[in-house]
């Protein structure tokens, strides 16, 4: 008994001070990644081929660096010896072009591109590792680029001038309010017009249901007949869910109820220290099961159509593999946005995930019961850190300028938190051991699989997704057997290429459909075959749905006997802070 005490008392030490330290790491593990970077030392340093590469890319880097300074000193305009990334936005003003400048960012260009050479290709060093040092060295040469510093960026230097400093002014001014307003818990500047109900989450609608995790909302018919089978919506609990009804132009619920469509919404409730103990089960059961249950009872339909988005699609295909395993047949057809099911290929997002950095966001969730809504955020904006950290450091703080808030950058300040044990079993379980994909996760002590899913599957994914990369995504041929998958690749990011209303301009997808005796495709093969459509995919789906739909009926009540409506949408769970 002394023993366990002791083993008890040396684990509540360690977390202890694991917590306290991730307030000074943002989160990430000081030993994980030391443990990295000394294992990619050991073997650059056992590998005297690499370093002769090396060496001569130096050489070479900086004779072109020479001969660029060469011929620009008789022609300023002469092209530049190498070129952004055409993601990289930092360097496009044409003052970049002008000396000094233009020295600058060559430099640090050439620099970038050594660095990368340096940090790839390593013999023996494990591709896992690889991807970790690489992110890591690009994340501190980015801290440093000519662009962040005010005396190494023209545009700051020449507004610098010409206003006589009151650039760097407001910009310490702008600086300032934001760090009080984070202290205090407090939205940034100008998300006070979007307010969740008012200017945002609008369609009317009723909360039908609601438990300790979750309100159920069904919105109000727009139509005079409904398509038979109701819609329920599950969005992912790491994001509030009124980024499907965001504003009246920009509103996926509302566009679906514009066509037709029964619809009903889960909203979750932001977690507490008292909800700790809430696991991916608890989760499973309190949310989509317990909606599907209240649905049908309130609609009369015995069958559903499923969509899911971000982790909320992965949350409903566990669901539809447990209910195909349990013979449950209330699910119509299942779609999912911006989802994915095997984890070994999930991004940058993966060089948070080991056991090291899982231990380590253990012990700072156990400190309080839940992970911080501002430690997820800043786990997702260092994946964009150029476009989410340092173009607002540069804008907001050196030039003094405040970026225009809007309904999508107030939404994204929404922030969320997530309850210890969900969190720890969802890093564990999915990512770390890909059990999902694997065929070990288990719903009520036995395991589910993918391939048992034989409804309809619609599947999107985004082009320029850092959380779920559409190839990771695209994997959901390889594990389910279901007769007709239906994949859509759209633009755009994460959540913009998701929210796609029709109408938005430069937008385009493409979309195939395969069958049960169709073969398999690789994911470079369907892209350069799949035809590709101009506009939004939403219509696309939309005539997916009413095509697995058995025709029109009556609109159903909003809420039951049994269900009766608590408030109007959109609901309290919404706004919990």
């Not at 590469?53 to 060469?70: F, I, M, P, S, T």
């Not at 020295?103 to 990368?116: D, I």
């Not at 219509?539 to 269900?563: D, I, N």
Request: hydrophobic share 40%; glycine share 8%.
């Amino acid at each position: 008994m002394r023993t366990e005490a002791l083993d008890s008392i040396a684990l509540q030490l360690d977390r202890a001070f694991h917590a306290s330290l991730a307030k000074l790491t943002a989160g990430i593990s000081p030993a994980g990644l030391a443990s990295t970077q000394a294992e990619w030392l050991m073997h650059l340093a056992l590998s005297p081929g690499k370093q002769i590469e090396l060496v001569d890319k130096a050489g070479r880097k900086a004779w072109r660096l020479g001969h660029y300074l060469q011929r620009l000193a008789l022609d300023p305009s002469v092209e530049p010896c190498i070129e952004p990334m055409p993601q990289d936005r930092r360097f496009r003003a044409p003052a970049w072009r002008l000396w000094p400048y233009s020295l600058y960012y060559q430099a640090f260009l050439l620099n970038q591109q050594w660095w990368h050479i340096a940090t790839t290709d390593v013999t023996g060093l494990p591709i896992e590792r690889e991807r970790v040092v690489n992110f890591v060295v690009r994340q501190w040469l980015d801290r440093w680029s000519p662009s962040n510093l005010p005396w190494l960026n023209p545009e700051v230097a020449s507004l610098t001038l010409a206003t006589g400093g009151q650039n760097l002014v407001q910009g310490w001014r702008n600086l300032l309010e934001d760090g009080q307003r984070a202290m205090a818990g407090r939205p940034p500047v100008g998300a006070e017009a979007y307010r969740v109900g008012h200017e945002l989450a609008t369609t009317p609608g009723k909360v039908v249901y609601r438990n300790r995790l979750i309100e159920l909302i069904q919105y109000a018919p727009a139509t005079e007949r409904v398509y038979a089978e109701p819609v329920l919506i599950v969005p992912a609990w790491i994001m509030k869910y009124y980024i499907l009804d965001l504003h009246a132009d920009a509103s996926l619920v509302e566009y679906l109820v514009g066509q037709g469509h029964t619809v009903f919404m889960i909203s979750w409730r932001n977690p507490d220290s008292d909800d700790r103990e809430l696991g991916m089960d608890d989760y499973r059961r309190l949310g989509p099961m317990a909606a599907l249950d209240a649905i049908v009872e309130i609609t009369g339909s015995d069958r559903v159509h499923g969509v899911g988005y971000c982790l909320g699609g992965t949350l409903m295909l566990i669901v539809a593999a447990a209910m195909a395993r349990d013979a449950d047949p209330r699910l119509a057809s299942l779609t999912t946005l911006a989802t994915q099911v095997d984890f070994t290929e999930a991004g940058e997002l993966m060089l948070f995930i080991g056991e090291s950095q899982i231990s380590y966001l253990e012990s700072m969730m156990w400190d309080r019961g839940y992970l911080d809504g501002y430690q997820m955020a800043g786990a997702f904006q260092i994946l964009r850190s150029n476009d989410l950290i340092w173009s607002r450091v540069v804008n907001s703080y050196l030039l003094g300028q405040r970026q225009p808030m809007n309904a999508l950058m107030a939404w994204n300040a929404d922030l969320t938190r997530m309850p210890y044990r969900m969190h720890s079993e969802y890093l564990r379980r999915l990512f770390l051991d890909n059990d999902l994909a694997n065929g070990r996760y288990s719903v009520e002590g036995r395991p589910v699989a993918i391939s048992d899913i034989r409804v309809p599957l619609f599947s999107v994914a985004t082009d320029e997704d850092h959380v779920a990369p559409w190839r990771s995504v695209y994997k959901i041929h390889l594990l389910a057997d279901a007769d007709e998958i239906t994949f859509v690749l759209t633009n755009g990011g994460h959540n913009a290429g998701i929210i796609s209303e029709p109408g938005h301009p430069g937008r385009y997808y493409q979309c195939c459909t395969r069958r049960g005796s169709d073969r398999y495709l690789d994911p470079e093969t369907w892209r350069g075959t799949a035809p590709t459509e101009k506009g939004s995919w939403w219509p696309a789906w939309q005539a997916w749905l009413v095509a697995h739909s058995s025709g029109r009926v009556t609109p159903p009540s909003l809420g039951s006997e049994r269900h009766p409506p608590l408030e109007d949408a959109p609901g309290g769970f919404v706004l919990m802070s």
